[in-house]
């Protein structure tokens, strides 16, 4: 598809005005930009998970010999080890690799929405938006699960010390919160709750654009209209978001 | 005044660039096996970090390169989204080595 807005004069330069020198619509532009910024964002939580993962000391000894606590960062694999409706039974990253594979393909089905677009076809681009928002919604309710299992936490916490009034108290504590955290320094549970939360918030906002999409596509609005471009500049939004999510993926899950 | 409705004339199916979309699809799951294999068969250590670190790139190359188009748009667009990440990099080598500075009381 022709984006630009004028052919180029021979002997000018694409700056000189009348012509898109990017090859691509003010839209899609500026959803670039706006997508460049907020990986900055994203790239400043990341990246502060970083800092404070190194400064803390790793934990010393073989996998299977770890344990939940303060004085050391935890493993990722020895956190997040459950999957709904089987309790008790430890399958390491297991959960997260399900919700990868959700947005992944959530993400081809948006690209399958845009070529639809491309071609006009109004019925396949409502059947990939809606696939699309599907698989928002599946992921959307499999962090919902994390969250809960992050915050209730395991059996019978874990019994940590500190001081209490001045003392060094044992205490137990179960779950996690943004003050006190079963799997390790506190820190680790506030990166989880502000990174997945952060992207969560994404993925929510991209299910709302999306039906917005697939509301006007329905309704007939980019027919009138003589182009879906709509569709790809909302698919640029949710390609970001899993692409948020790869780098969610091995910095705090597998690293 | 007449109105008069736009006429939509619906192209079939490009087959060979969807063939392509879900190849690509089929290589980022391919990809994140591998990761996961190498999760529960390798020792921790800066080499396990190095290997991810280039699986995610990889993965992210394709993502933006196939699924946004980024691969085929014009120069200009695709250096202008790029160069700036080199910021993001520095700042993550920069931080994470000022991190391991850093006493745990």
Known sequence: MDH??????????????????????????????????????FSGLL?????????????????????FATT???????????????????????????MTFVLIMSSVTMVLAVEAGHRMDRLAVEKWMLWTIVGGLTFLGCQAWEWTHFIIGTEGGTVMSGYIDGK???????????????????????????????????VFSGVLLNFLIFYNTVSGVYDRRGHYEMVEKVGLYWHFVDLVWVFVFTFFYLV | MAHKEPQIVVLPPDTEKIKKLWKVALFLLFVTMVEFVIAFTMDHGPLKTFIFVVLTIVKAGYIVGEFMHLRYEVKVLFWAVLIPMIFVVWMLVAFVYEGMQIIPQ
């Open chain 1, 72 to 98: 050391h960062w935890p493993i990722p694999e020895k956190v997040f080890d459950a999957v709904p409706f089987l309790h008790g039974v430890e399958l390491p990253l297991v959960f997260v690799g399900i």
């Open chain 1, 168 to 202: 060094m108290t044992a205490y137990t504590v179960t779950g996690a919160n943004l003050v006190q955290n079963q799997y390790g320094p506190p820190a680790f549970a506030d990166f989880f709750f502000f990174i997945t939360g952060f992207h969560g918030f994404h």
């Open chain 1, 4 to 41: 630009s807005t004028a052919a180029i004069t021979p002997g000018k330069s694409v700056w000189d005005g009348g012509a898109s020198p990017m090859g691509i619509s003010y839209g899609k532009l500026m959803m670039w930009f706006f997508l460049m910024s907020d990986a900055f964002t």
């Open chain 1, 47 to 67: 990246i502060t998970y970083g800092l404070v993962r190194s400064s803390n000391p790793a934990f010393e000894g073989s996998v299977e010999s770890f344990q």
